[in-house]
């Protein structure tokens, strides 16, 4: 099959489909008529031979050829756009539109308060962020970028992990007076404290207790009352002294170094929880893409100092 105009014009208008969700948005983002953006979405079709788009009177989704074929294109159709700015520019520039696909739990905490750093340093750049349990096919979604905590699943994606990030153990003074303070992992079980469990967002179950150091390992089951799927929930709830929860060293600093909080086992931190960056492709990595990514880089790594120091 011959690269001619027509396929260059299918390619973009699939790309500007995915990205904007339908075809009257991406119609408006090119400037073109939502019938042409049809009609070259159907001559790519023919050309390909395949079926790339299933169309409903509600939605619009990449079919499982679609997506395979996005994946493969949709970096090249941002790089080339990045081109064409850079020429007519004189140098690369981060700008157009970012979709992130974030975990709630490092918008909310680590995030959020340093964001308004990468807005001013890129004011051509328009960032949409999306916070949410799953990480969804980011594929389909139009996603330029996932971030999500924990070991990446099976899947095409490029997967860079950012930071490990000790989990620890942690209860208030308030709990510890009226409970006692367990010397132990074991204890936990054995003198009936109140554990507080976090539901993993990808299975809906709670995530398992482990604790490490070195090559010994204790798992503790929980049998909990309370299980929660929000952080700041959880540290809420244990600051106010209802039970003993487990927690990311990242983000909860602030509640170590004032008290609230009471680090239980220091002699059992080796057990850590990654985290990870998501994107489509390692190649034709745009600048917006690249920026965001060094940001993030930044910005956990501060985070995570600061939580040492808080320790």
């Given at each position: 099959m011959s690269f001619d105009d027509r396929l260059l014009n299918g390619v973009s208008a699939l790309a500007a489909v995915v990205r904007s969700g339908g075809f009257a948005a991406a119609a408006r983002s090119l400037n073109v008529s939502q019938p042409g953006i049809s009609r070259a979405v159907a001559r790519?079709?023919?050309?390909?031979?395949?079926?790339?788009?299933?169309?409903?009177?509600?939605?619009?989704?990449?079919?499982?050829?679609?997506?395979?074929?996005?994946?493969?294109?949709?970096?090249?159709?941002?790089?080339?756009?990045?081109?064409?700015?850079?020429?007519?520019?004189?140098?690369?520039?981060?700008?157009?539109?970012?979709?992130?696909?974030?975990?709630?739990?490092?918008?909310?905490?680590?995030?959020?308060?340093?964001?308004?750093?990468?807005?001013?340093?890129?004011?051509?750049?328009?960032?949409?962020?999306?916070?949410?349990?799953?990480?969804g096919d980011l594929i389909s979604e139009g996603y330029d970028l996932g971030i999500r905590f924990g070991e990446p699943r099976p899947s095409t994606l490029v997967a860079r992990r950012l930071l490990d990030t000790r989990v620890l153990t942690v209860a208030s003074p308030g709990y510890l007076k009226k409970h006692g303070h367990p010397a132990d992992p074991q204890q936990l079980v054995a003198e009936r404290h109140r554990m507080i469990d976090f539901r993993d967002p990808e299975t809906g179950r709670p995530f398992e207790w482990a604790f490490r150091r070195g090559r010994k390992e204790i798992k503790v089951e929980t049998q909990s009352q309370l299980m929660l799927?929000?952080?700041?929930?959880?540290?809420?709830?244990?600051?106010?002294?209802?039970?003993?929860?487990?927690?990311?060293?990242?983000?909860?600093?602030?509640?170590?170094?004032?008290?609230?909080?009471?680090?239980?086992?220091?002699?059992?931190?080796?057990?850590?929880?990654?985290?990870?960056?998501?994107?489509?492709?390692?190649?034709?990595?745009?600048?917006?893409?690249?920026?965001?990514?060094?940001?993030?880089?930044?910005?956990?790594?501060?985070?995570?100092?600061?939580?040492?120091?808080?320790?």
């Open positions: 790519l079709e023919a050309q390909v031979g395949v079926r790339l788009l299933e169309r409903t009177t509600r939605s619009v989704s990449l079919t499982d050829e679609g997506r395979r074929f996005y994946e493969t294109i949709g970096p090249i159709v941002s790089a080339l756009e990045d081109a064409t700015s850079a020429l007519a520019e004189g140098k690369v520039t981060v700008r157009g539109r970012l979709r992130v696909n974030m975990d709630p739990y490092f918008s909310q905490l680590i995030l959020g308060p340093q964001l308004s750093e990468f807005l001013k340093a890129y004011p051509e750049l328009k960032v949409d962020m999306v916070t949410r349990e799953g990480l799927s929000d952080v700041a929930t959880m540290h809420a709830v244990c600051v106010a002294g209802y039970g003993i929860a487990q927690v990311l060293e990242l983000g909860v600093d602030a509640h170590l170094s004032s008290g609230r909080l009471v680090n239980l086992f220091p002699d059992w931190e080796d057990e850590r929880f990654p985290l990870y960056a998501y994107y489509p492709s390692r190649q034709y990595l745009a600048p917006k893409t690249r920026a965001f990514l060094e940001f993030l880089s930044t910005t956990v790594q501060a985070s995570h100092s600061q939580a040492r120091i808080a320790k």
